[in-house]
């Protein structure tokens, strides 16, 4: 097992237990198959595409099968938490809008074919990896942490803020970087 399996597999701990144990070895075979096709096409960054789509389709899953698990285990039913109910419905909006870095990036990368690109480049580097994706996963673990906390609290304003100073930075950067590196890759010339 190379190492972007493990960390591929350290990522789908993300899973709720339940949902690992049905679909984790079929998930970790998809992904060996998309990296051997990776590997074997002679395109620049198909290998860093490959591990980054599979990552942020686990940030972004994981959270929705953690919610699934929730509603699907019964508990009964508490009269305060019932006068709460529009609260948790704001607190549920939320979760979605930080779950918005995640979808811009899919859709950039859907509906803007190419302008993405600069991010997979090497040079920049750091630690020899392209500095796009060191900084593209930065920006996803921002957003992730967003999404985590955004989801744990019961506080709206708690939920606002983890929007304005972790989601929207995440968008930022992933709007601003694929001509950030471009001016980079520019300097240097």
Do not use: C
Not at 21 to 36: C, G
Not at 166 to 186: D, E, G, T, Y
């Amino acid at each position: 097992m190379d190492r972007a399996e493990r960390v591929y597999g350290w990522f789908l701990r993300a899973y709720p237990d339940s949902f690992r144990s049905e679909y984790e070895a079929q998930m970790r075979t998809v992904f060996r198959d998309q990296l051997r096709d990776a590997r074997a096409s002679e395109e620049g960054g198909a290998v860093p595409t490959v591990v980054v789509r599979a990552l942020v389709d686990v940030l972004a899953t994981a959270p929705v099968q953690h919610l699934r698990k929730e509603r699907l285990v019964s508990q009964p039913v508490d009269p305060a938490a019932v006068a709460v109910g529009p609260s948790t419905r704001r607190s549920r909006v939320f979760v979605v809008l930080t779950t918005l870095p995640f979808v811009l990036w899919v859709a950039l990368s859907i509906l803007a074919p190419g302008f993405m690109d600069p991010i997979y480049a090497n040079p920049p580097a750091i630690a020899g990896i392209p500095a796009g994706i060191v900084i593209l996963g930065g920006a996803f673990l921002l957003a992730g942490l967003g999404v985590l906390i955004a989801d744990r609290t019961r506080s709206d304003l708690v939920a606002l803020l983890a929007f304005l100073f972790l989601s929207i930075p995440a968008m930022v950067v992933i709007i601003l970087l694929p001509a950030i590196i471009l001016i980079v890759q520019n300097l240097a010339v």
